[in-house]
């Protein structure tokens, strides 16, 4: 099994260590015919605009639309979500080239600028129940998304309080929630539909590889004995004895 990592730009390094960490080869990709010798493709955060730009200069665009039309497992992280999402809001003046194919509405720096980056402990019951461990993840938000709307394909697997995220209420789209009900609004964060998965935050960011298994999972030709390996691989981090702070990714 080999996974592509899009190395335009972002944290690319950071997933393949995440995925070295669980014995499974991860290889840069930048060209579109390297994506012919991959069987999925994880597309890292970043700064979507850039990749945006640096993907149409290598012409990668009709190579990853077919790539995702074909059914191969594709997940976009931060900026990879945009760039999986039929729509995205907040754009800069001029927009930007989408991959498409993940049937929902992104609001690009939902949550503000970089500064407004932060860290919470998100449920994820669905991820919980097919890779074990504690019943939250520690995510990391960087100047990230927020998914605003989802067709009726698409299985939300995790989403946030507006409430909880209170100190970056600077942002405009969060000024909006005024009176007590609406501040219980929650955003969506983290969804799967099909072949696609998307998360608004950077598991690779984390020593917590639940995220990358779960994706690893997503390959049909992963029979039994294999999804076995991925599941060992990752329970075997003593999640009852996880540390606070569980940087650097790199162990």
Known sequence: MVVGVLALQGSFNEHIAALKRLGVKGVEVRKPEQLQNVSSLIIPGGESTTMAKLAELHNLFPALREFVQLGKP???TCAGLIFLANKATGQKTGGQELIGGLDCTV????FGSQIQSFETELP????????GGPPSFRAVFIRAPAILDVGPDVEVLADIPL??????????AIQKEEDS???????IVAVKQGNLLATAFHPELTADTRWHSY???MLPEIGEGTSAIISTS????????RSI????IYQ
């Open 107 to 110: 609001h690009r720096n939902f």
């Open 124 to 131: 994820i019951p669905q991820i919980v129940a097919k890779e």
């Open 163 to 172: 409430s909880a995220v209170e100190t970056i209420n600077s942002n405009h």
């Open 245 to 248: 702070i569980d940087f650097p």
């Open 234 to 241: 990752t329970t075997d981090q003593s999640f009852t004895e």
């Open 74 to 76: 594709v997940w976009g």
């Open 215 to 217: 994706f690893l999972k």
């Open 181 to 187: 009900t609406e501040s219980q609004k929650k955003v």
